[in-house]
C-alpha cells in the first residue's frame, strides 16, 4: 500500500517524461511493442553437442532462458513493471513457462515459475528449469498455483468474477499478499512460450493487463531457411523468437542493446557456463560502466 509492495521497490530516479507514460498509456496491451529474432541454431547445435558428449544435456529452451537471467542481471532496467502509474524495479529475476502434464488434446497444462538471482550458470539454469518440469509434467501433479486456480473455480461463476476483481484491485493497490505474489506466473520478469516443444510456429503473445508481465517471448519451431554468409547464400537453420515487450517501464535504446547481448549470449553459449562476478545496480548512472565492463570481459574470453 501507498507504493509499498513485497515483489518490489519503486524507483524514483526516473526522468519526467518515463514517469508521466505509464499515465498516458494505462495498460499493458495499451503500451506493448513487438519484435522478432530469426535465431541462428549452429552455434547452440554445435554447444549442445560437445556438451552432449561430456555427458551434459542441454536443450534451446535452457539457453534461452539462462541467456534472458544473464541479461536481466546485466540489464537491471529490464526488470522493472508498472503497477497504478508507478515503476517498480522487481526484488528478483523470475521466468514463467507452461509445462503441459501429457501429449495428449485432453492434458491440462501447469504453469510454473522459478526464482533467480541473476548469478546462476547456464548448468544450474538448466537444473531449475528439468527439476520444475519433472515436477510437473504428469497428470498427478499439483503445484500452487493449480490449487489456487481449483480454489477460485469452485464456486460460481458470479464469485469467481467478484474474487478475481478483488485480487485485481488488491493487486493495482500494493496489498495482494505474497503468498499468492509468490505463487503467480503472471508477476514475473519473463514468461517464455515454447511452441518448439510440439512444432508450432512462433507468435506474438500478448500481454496480460493482470499481474506485472512486461515481457513475453516465443519459441517457434526452427527451420532451414536462405541466409547471406561471406557474400553468398547459403542455408542456415533458424529459430524464431518473436518477443512482446512493453515501453513503459523501458526505452528503446536500452531495449535493443539488452537484447544483442542475449544475441551475443546464444551464439557464444559457452559463456554462460562461467558466473558472473556481481550484479548491475538498477540506476540512471552506475548501469552504463557496469554493463560495459562485463559485457567486454565476456568478449574477450570468447
Given at each position: 500500500m501507498f507504493g509499498f509492495r513485497p515483489d518490489g521497490k519503486k524507483v524514483k530516479d526516473i526522468d519526467p517524461i518515463q514517469r508521466i507514460v505509464?499515465?498516458?498509456?494505462?495498460?499493458?496491451?495499451?503500451?506493448?511493442?513487438?519484435t522478432s529474432y530469426d535465431c541462428p541454431c549452429e552455434p547452440m547445435d554445435e554447444f549442445i553437442n560437445e556438451q552432449m558428449e561430456q555427458g551434459n544435456v542441454y536443450n534451446y529452451m535452457h539457453l534461452l532462458i539462462a541467456s534472458m537471467v544473464r541479461v536481466f542481471a546485466l540489464y537491471p532496467r529490464l526488470n522493472r513493471f508498472i503497477m497504478n502509474g508507478r515503476i517498480y524495479k522487481r526484488n528478483q529475476i523470475q521466468v514463467s513457462f507452461v509445462v503441459r502434464k501429457g501429449m495428449t488434446?485432453?492434458?491440462?497444462?501447469?504453469?510454473?515459475?522459478?526464482?533467480?538471482?541473476?548469478?546462476?550458470t547456464l548448468p544450474e539454469v538448466q537444473q531449475k528449469i528439468d527439476e520444475a518440469i519433472e515436477a510437473n509434467n504428469n497428470l498427478a501433479a499439483n503445484n500452487g498455483t493449480d490449487k489456487i486456480a481449483h480454489l477460485l473455480t469452485a464456486t460460481p461463476n458470479f464469485l469467481i468474477k467478484v474474487m478475481v476483481g478483488t485480487i485485481k484491485f488488491l493487486d493495482k493497490h500494493s496489498m495482494l499478499p505474497n503468498a499468492i505474489l509468490k505463487l503467480s506466473p503472471f508477476h514475473t520478469s519473463l514468461f517464455v512460450t515454447n511452441m518448439k516443444s510440439i512444432k508450432g510456429p512462433s507468435i506474438y503473445h500478448h500481454l496480460y493487463n493482470f499481474g506485472n508481465t512486461g515481457i513475453f517471448m516465443s519459441m517457434g519451431k526452427e527451420s532451414l531457411v536462405p541466409v547471406v554468409s561471406k557474400g553468398e547464400i547459403v542455408v542456415g537453420k533458424r529459430m524464431p523468437i518473436?518477443?512482446?515487450?512493453?515501453?513503459?517501464?523501458?526505452?528503446?535504446?536500452?531495449?535493443v542493446t539488452a537484447m544483442k547481448h542475449m544475441e551475443r549470449l546464444l551464439k557464444h553459449p559457452s559463456l554462460m557456463l562461467k558466473p558472473l562476478e556481481g550484479l548491475a545496480e538498477d540506476t540512471q548512472v552506475l548501469f552504463g560502466k557496469k554493463v560495459r565492463e562485463e559485457a567486454k570481459r565476456e568478449m574477450e574470453e570468447e
Open positions: 505509464p499515465h498516458i498509456m494505462r495498460t499493458r496491451n495499451d503500451a506493448q511493442n513487438l488434446a485432453e492434458a491440462a497444462d501447469a504453469l510454473v515459475k522459478l526464482d533467480f538471482t541473476g548469478l546462476e518473436w518477443i512482446t515487450t512493453e515501453e513503459r517501464f523501458c526505452d528503446g535504446f536500452y531495449f
